[in-house]
T-cell receptor, first 116, second 112 residues
Framework: AAGVIQSPRHLIKEKRETATLKCYPIPRHDTVYWYQQGPGQDPQFLISFYEKMQSDKGSIPDRFSAQQFSDYHSELNMSSLELGDSALYFC???????????????FGEGSWLTVV | KNEVEQSPQNLTAQEGEFITINCSYSVGISALHWLQQHPGGGIVSLFMLSSGKKKHGRLIATINIQEKHSSLHITASHPRDSAVYICAVRRGTQGGSEKLVFGKGMKLTVNP
């Protein structure tokens, strides 16, 4: 079965550069979530989208932006990168809570971003 | 105080042992997830619970909503069970956001 696909898996950027991470949810899932996990840290919620609209926002820096496209894939754009942005960025997808087909969250493998 | 607390933080066991990982939370939740994270990052969802008990293979997860507590049990542990086990809760009520609040995780090492 298809899972949540993230790309790239690994990315190295220099300070002040820009990075874009992509997430392709499980087919027919309408909700996408982005999480950031720093070294030795627990994942922190960044932002989520439902039906291409932002549905919830967490501790996402102003330098970051995200969107969900018509095919439900999502992109996380990070500008003016700082060393502290080095982390594992997870994407997850689900069907909206309350639908009969269930609402288990499925996670991608994550994208490792290293800022040097 | 963290909203989600896990214990123990680290555990080393011998192959074949019965393992219990605990999770306590302090907020109202609509569901609780047990997740497994292997070195290298990937997170796998093991269980989603809103009440009672679920079993999958050698894994059993229970939740007590009144006591705000959940446990993950691993029977006949195996070295391939070595991973970080994370408890994450979905705050609020049914129909709300799926945003999860994560515990710090418990690093399990199972020695052969």
């Amino acid at each position: 079965a298809a899972g949540v696909i993230q790309s790239p898996r690994h990315l190295i950027k220099e300070k002040r550069e820009t990075a874009t991470l992509k997430c392709y949810p499980i087919p027919r899932h309408d909700t996408v979530y982005w999480y950031q996990q720093g070294p030795g840290q627990d994942p922190q919620f960044l932002i989520s989208f439902y039906e291409k609209m932002q549905s919830d926002k967490g501790s996402i820096p102003d330098r970051f932006s995200a969107q969900q496209f018509s095919d439900y894939h999502s992109e996380l754009n990070m500008s003016s990168l700082e060393l502290g942005d080095s982390a594992l960025y997870f994407c997850a997808s689900s069907l909206r809570v309350g639908r009969l087909s269930g609402n288990t969250i499925y996670f991608g493998e994550g994208s490792w971003l290293t800022v040097v | 105080k963290n909203e989600v607390e896990q214990s123990p933080q680290n555990l080393t066991a011998q192959e074949g042992e019965f393992i219990t990982i605990n999770c306590s939370y302090s907020v109202g939740i609509s569901a609780l997830h047990w997740l497994q994270q292997h070195p290298g990052g990937g997170i796998v969802s093991l269980f989603m619970l809103s009440s009672g008990k679920k079993k999958h293979g050698r894994l059993i997860a229970t939740i007590n909503i009144q006591e705000k507590h959940s446990s993950l049990h691993i029977t006949a542990s195996h070295p391939r069970d070595s991973a970080v086990y994370i408890c994450a809760v979905r705050r609020g009520t049914q129909g709300g956001s799926e945003k999860l609040v994560f515990g710090k995780g418990m690093k399990l090492t199972v020695n052969p």
